[in-house]
């Protein structure tokens, strides 16, 4: 440790306080600076906002305006159909509902079953229109095959390929408009 003289003390006191006032003066600018910088931040964001808020409300005017002005113009444009103009229209709507009750109906139609008289005839176009044989050509061969087995002559022919002849039953199935027949063979494939 080191004696100073009296008046040292003092001088060093007095240079303490002025580097103390200098480190004041610097922290005290350096918070200036910086609040100054924040303050003008702060205006051009408010300017920034304050033009796109005008920017927004230029908008809604014009699309205020373009509102109306559709509103005259579909306006102008009903007030300009002519009574033909609009007869055309209601007849079209006329034909239009016609078409669809007509359609309803013919649904409902086709969702009633078929009578039994209509069932015989589909039955016959159908029989008619199976591959190959007619009603007539089923009914000889099963006119041969009785008479064969009543003669009771025995054949051992293996046949290559068969298609029982005799139908033993037959169903209708209906799904939705359409109809479907199951066919019962002899040989009991479908």
């Given at each position: 440790?080191?004696?100073?003289?009296?008046?040292?003390?003092?001088?060093?006191?007095?240079?303490?306080?002025?580097?103390?006032?200098?480190?004041?003066?610097?922290?005290?600018?350096?918070?200036?600076?910086?609040?100054?910088?924040?303050?003008?931040?702060?205006?051009k964001e408010e300017r920034a906002n304050i033009a796109l808020i005008e920017v927004w409300d230029?908008?809604?005017?014009?699309?205020?305006?373009?509102?109306?002005?559709?509103?005259?113009?579909?306006?102008?444009?009903?007030?300009?159909?002519l009574d033909a103009e609009k007869a055309i229209l209601f007849q079209q709507l006329l034909e239009k509902r016609r078409k669809h009750f007509a359609t309803?109906?013919?649904?409902?139609?086709?969702?009633?079953?078929?009578?039994?008289?209509?069932?015989?005839?589909?039955?016959?176009t159908y029989l008619k229109n199976i591959e190959g044989y007619n009603l007539k050509a089923l009914k000889l061969k099963e006119l041969i095959l009785s008479n064969k087995y009543e003669e009771e002559v025995a054949i051992d022919a293996i046949p290559l390929a068969v298609k029982s002849p005799r139908i033993v039953d037959s169903k209708i199935h209906k799904k939705g408009k359409k109809s479907y027949y199951q066919i019962a063979r002899a040989d009991g494939k479908p």
């Amino acid at each position: 440790m080191f004696f100073l003289p009296n008046g040292a003390f003092q001088e060093v006191a007095m240079v303490r306080r002025r580097l103390d006032k200098k480190a004041a003066k610097k922290l005290q600018d350096k918070f200036d600076d910086e609040e100054r910088l924040v303050r003008k931040k702060a205006k051009k964001e408010e300017r920034a906002n304050i033009a796109l808020i005008e920017v927004w409300d230029d908008i809604q005017v014009k699309i205020d305006a373009d509102h109306q002005l559709a509103e005259r113009l579909q306006a102008q444009e009903q007030e300009e159909l002519l009574d033909a103009e609009k007869a055309i229209l209601f007849q079209q709507l006329l034909e239009k509902r016609r078409k669809h009750f007509a359609t309803k109906t013919a649904e409902e139609k086709g969702n009633k079953p078929p009578t039994k008289a209509q069932q015989r005839k589909i039955m016959c176009t159908y029989l008619k229109n199976i591959e190959g044989y007619n009603l007539k050509a089923l009914k000889l061969k099963e006119l041969i095959l009785s008479n064969k087995y009543e003669e009771e002559v025995a054949i051992d022919a293996i046949p290559l390929a068969v298609k029982s002849p005799r139908i033993v039953d037959s169903k209708i199935h209906k799904k939705g408009k359409k109809s479907y027949y199951q066919i019962a063979r002899a040989d009991g494939k479908p």
